[in-house]
């Protein structure tokens, strides 16, 4: 099933509400801080199960990762803020 598919509904709102692209890039945050909290769990359980040793550096890599994806779709929608406050300022 297609990212799409999976979340038409909330795309659908979102699309509404922002417009395509802001519309999309909020999904796509959602997703990936739901991600963020799977993996975050997983390390906390992880350390449970080896006694408090530090997290895996496959889940450090990971959390990183979407962390920083975030980050870039953070950009992307502050920086088509700015665009359509530029544009209706003329």
């Given at each position: 099933m297609t990212a799409f598919e999976e979340h038409a509904e909330t795309l659908e709102k979102h699309?509404?509400?922002l417009?395509?692209?802001r519309g999309r890039l909020a999904?796509?945050?959602d997703i990936?801080?739901?991600a963020l909290v799977?993996?975050?769990q997983h390390g906390v359980y992880m350390q449970t199960v080896t006694k408090g040793r530090r997290i895996p550096r496959d889940v450090e890599l990971m959390i990183k990762g979407i962390e920083q994806a975030k980050e870039l779709v953070f950009s992307v929608m502050e920086e088509l803020k700015r665009e359509k406050q530029?544009?209706?300022r003329g």
């Open positions: 699309e509404f509400m417009g395509a692209a999904v796509s945050m990936l801080t739901d799977l993996a975050g530029a544009d209706a």
